[in-house]
């Protein structure tokens, strides 16, 4: 598994909003993603994502998320990873 965390310092949550209406993952859900948690920080606004491998990610970057981010003018986001060893409710 391949966790991402995104920090986009100066983020809002409209430009999130409107990138997710954009994707529209509940009519077309993104192959390989496992889990998806995001909110604002007191800085910005902040995504942790899950999936099942670098390959998913990259896949549905270049496809469709990149897109999304650059139409909703979110900021560069600063992005971390690491392996995931676990994944629980």
């Excluded at 192959?31 to 995504?47: D, E, N, Q, W, Y």
């Amino acid at each position: 598994m391949f966790g991402l965390i995104f920090e986009v310092p100066g983020g809002t949550q409209e430009q999130y909003d409107k990138a997710m209406v954009e994707l529209n993952l509940g009519a077309n859900p993104a192959k390989g993603l496992l889990s998806h948690a995001a909110g604002p920080t007191a800085g910005g606004f902040r995504v942790v994502d899950v999936w099942e491998s670098e390959a998913d990610f990259q896949a549905f970057f270049d496809t469709r998320l990149g897109r999304a981010i650059q139409n909703a003018g979110i900021p560069q986001p600063q992005i971390t990873t690491w392996t995931v060893s676990a994944l629980r409710p």
